[in-house]
């Protein structure tokens, strides 16, 4: 089992087998349960031998602690791999972590994941991959890396291309979080349960052994579900208008013409953004919308990861966010219209990488 290095007693990922439930839990509340090389190749491990155990019929995935499921990977180290060179360290933390989230999404058994809480970045790959993705209404989901100079990764460009019209450039671009009720109509969960089902989820899987991913689904959904939230679908209007535009700075100015307050409130997110990753996200998700392939998907954001890490503005929105928390990043090109977006192109399709 993996460790972390101040707690040497405390496993980080539980594994535990009860009959033919296998029960993975990431154990760093802490920390959210933030994700580091040891956790990720952990989980692969498990995960990989469960797949192949003919005693396991149905794998659940949940996080430890009232806080979350998982904030996403752990910022502060892809801060310090960045900061003094070791970037090939954050290449295959990267690289490792892709591969459990194909993994994750290709398993042939009844995966069950739990989101609850802070469910970010690295924690939607763990989550909203699998064959059987379980919510509570409260939890708080998203793909927040605009925010420090990144571009959505573990299939997130995938899952935000996939959501409905043009909601995801919206959560690309300006890196708002959604809630566990809004998941279900954005694609990123199946059912949304209640409190008392999640905190009691092992007594109530007991009784779903043996269903197929399917049928587990629809089973706990009638059985425990709770209601969705359809809000969004106010929205949908103004936001196919302004982020079906032809490029990110198009967007920009259509949210800058409309009189709706929440498009004032869109621009005003993605004018705090990385000019940078905004654009990255935006073609991103385009480009995964148009392959609807979450390998491809995958293998694009390596590629934009690569290109990403030796910028500044990666550093620098760790800095502001995480580290000084002085939220008042300092971004390299600092509009739009200055960011180098042929370079951006280039990583899209693998012919031109």
């Given at each position: 089992m993996a460790h972390d290095s101040?707690?040497?007693?405390?496993?980080?990922?539980?594994?535990?087998?009860?009959?033919?439930?296998?029960?993975?839990?990431?154990?760093?509340?802490?920390k959210l349960n933030a994700l580091n090389l040891q956790m990720l190749l952990e989980l692969h491990r498990v995960l990989k031998a469960w797949a192949e155990d003919p005693k396991i019929s149905t794998v659940l995935l949940t996080g430890r602690g009232s806080r979350g499921f998982c904030a996403g990977g752990d910022i502060a180290d892809f801060h310090a791999a960045v900061t003094t060179g070791r970037h090939e360290?954050?290449?295959?933390?990267?690289?490792?972590?892709?591969?459990?989230?194909?993994?994750?999404?290709?398993?042939?058994?009844?995966?069950?994941?739990?989101?609850?809480?802070?469910?970010?970045?690295?924690?939607i790959g763990l989550a909203s991959h699998a064959p059987v993705r379980l919510v509570t209404a409260g939890a708080r989901m998203g793909m927040p890396e605009a925010k420090i100079g990144y571009?959505?990764?573990?299939?997130?460009?995938?899952?935000?291309?996939?959501?409905?019209?043009?909601?995801?450039?919206?959560?690309?671009?300006?890196?708002?979080?959604?809630?566990?009720?809004?998941?279900?109509?954005?694609?990123?969960?199946?059912?949304?349960?209640?409190?008392?089902?999640?905190?009691?989820?092992?007594?109530?899987?007991?009784?779903?052994?043996?269903?197929?991913?399917?049928?587990?689904?629809?089973?706990?959904?009638?059985?425990?579900g709770a209601a969705e939230s359809h809000r969004l679908e106010l929205d949908q209007g103004w936001v196919d208008h302004a982020f079906s535009a032809a490029s990110p700075e198009d967007v920009v100015q259509r949210l800058e013409q409309m009189v709706h307050p929440h498009a004032k409130q869109a621009a005003a997110l993605i004018a705090q953004n990385s000019p940078t990753s905004v654009a990255s996200a935006f073609h991103a998700v385009r480009a995964a919308r148009a392959e609807d392939n979450l390998r491809s998907a995958l293998d694009r954001e390596l590629r934009l990861a690569a290109h990403l890490m030796h910028r500044p503005d990666l550093a620098e929105g760790i800095r502001a966010q995480v580290i000084d928390k002085d939220r008042n990043p300092s971004w390299t090109p600092g509009t739009l219209e200055a960011v180098d977006q042929d370079a951006l192109l280039e990583l899209m399709d693998p012919a031109d990488a």
């Open positions: 101040n707690s040497p007693a405390e496993p980080l990922v539980i594994s535990t087998v009860y009959g033919a439930l296998g029960h993975l839990k990431l154990n760093r509340p802490a360290d954050f290449l295959n933390l990267l690289s490792n972590e892709f591969d459990t989230d194909q993994l994750i999404a290709s398993y042939p058994k009844p995966l069950v994941t739990l989101a609850h809480g802070i469910t970010m970045g690295g924690g571009t959505p990764d573990v299939g997130g460009s995938h899952l935000l291309a996939n959501m409905p019209g043009h909601f995801g450039e919206y959560f690309a671009m300006t890196a708002d979080s959604f809630t566990g009720a809004d998941a279900v109509y954005l694609g990123f969960a199946d059912v949304v349960v209640s409190e008392e089902f999640a905190a009691n989820i092992l007594d109530h899987l007991d009784e779903y052994m043996g269903l197929n991913a399917g049928d587990l689904a629809a089973a706990i959904e009638v059985m425990h």
